[in-house]
C-alpha cells in the first residue's frame, strides 16, 4: 500500500536560520505532493505544491525538492520565523485521495 | 481558494449517542472527503463524500458507523454514531478545488 512517513518529527530551528522537513514516499504512483502546515486548532493550510515531473519548485519562503530516485521530498523554508512555528505535513496524491505523512513540529527559538 | 466552513468545531458527547458534523463550501467543487486527527497524530481518510450517491469509504471504516451524505456539490455531512471514547478525535472536511485540496478548521469531538 501507500505509505508517505517523515524523518523526524519534532524539529527546533533558531529564528532566522533555514528550516528542512524531510518526507519519504513508498508507492511512487502518486504524481502530486503537497506540504501543509497547520497551526494548533486549525485545518491543514496549504504551502506549496510539486508534479511529479518536476525536481524543484519555490515560493514565498519555502522550496519543495523532489527526488524520485530515493522517494524523498522535502521543505526548506528560509529565514524561519516564530510563525512559522507548527505541524508539517506531506501528502502525496494516489488517484483522487491524499495520503499524509506523520508529521514534524517545527519550533522555532527566538 | 475555496472556504470550508465546519460545525460544530468542537462538541462534548455522552457514549453511545451520535453527532452529526455538518461541512459547508463557499463554491462548488469536484470532490469532497472526511478526515480524522487522532490527538497528536497525522490525518487519516475516513471517505469520499460522493454528491448524490453512497460515500466510498476506507479501509477499516463503515457506513454504520460514519454515515455520510452530500446532497449538493457545496455541503456533506459526516456522522459519527453510538460514539465511545475511541472516537474522540479531530473530525476534518477537505474539499479539491480548481487545483489543491483545502480543509475546514476541524471539528474537536470528546467522548465521555
Known amino acids: 500500500g501507500e505509505s508517505v512517513g517523515l524523518h523526524l518529527p519534532t524539529l527546533s530551528v533558531q529564528e532566522g536560520d533555514n528550516s528542512i522537513i524531510n518526507c519519504a514516499y513508498s508507492?511512487?504512483?502518486?504524481?502530486?505532493f503537497i506540504w501543509y502546515k497547520q497551526e494548533s486548532g486549525k485545518g491543514p493550510q496549504f504551502i506549496i505544491d510539486i508534479r511529479s515531473n518536476m525536481d524543484k519548485r519555490q515560493g514565498q519562503r519555502v522550496t519543495v525538492l523532489l527526488n524520485k530516485t530515493v522517494k524523498h521530498l522535502s521543505l526548506q523554508i528560509a529565514a524561519t520565523q516564530p510563525g512559522d512555528s507548527a505541524v508539517y505535513f506531506c501528502?502525496?496524491?494516489?488517484?483522487?485521495?491524499?495520503?499524509f505523512g506523520a508529521g514534524t513540529i517545527l519550533r522555532v527559538k527566538s | 481558494s475555496a472556504v470550508i466552513s465546519q460545525k460544530p468545531s468542537r462538541d462534548i458527547c455522552q457514549r453511545g449517542t451520535s453527532l452529526t458534523i455538518q461541512c459547508q463550501v463557499d463554491?462548488?467543487?469536484?470532490?469532497m472527503f472526511w478526515y480524522r486527527q487522532q490527538p497528536g497524530q497525522s490525518l487519516t481518510l475516513i471517505a469520499t463524500?460522493?454528491?448524490?450517491?453512497?460515500?466510498?469509504?476506507e479501509s477499516g471504516f463503515v457506513i454504520d458507523k460514519f454515515p455520510i451524505s452530500r446532497p449538493n456539490l457545496t455541503f456533506s455531512t459526516l456522522t459519527v454514531s453510538n460514539m465511545s471514547p475511541e472516537d474522540s478525535s479531530i473530525y476534518l472536511c477537505?474539499?479539491?478545488?480548481?487545483?489543491?485540496?483545502?480543509f475546514g478548521q476541524g471539528t474537536r469531538l470528546t467522548v465521555v
Open positions: 477537505s474539499a479539491v478545488g480548481a487545483t489543491e485540496a483545502f
Open positions: 463524500a460522493n454528491q448524490g450517491s453512497e460515500a466510498t469509504y
Open positions: 501528502a502525496g496524491s494516489y488517484g483522487n485521495k491524499l495520503v
Open positions: 463554491s462548488q467543487v469536484t470532490m
Open positions: 508507492n511512487s504512483a502518486s504524481d502530486y
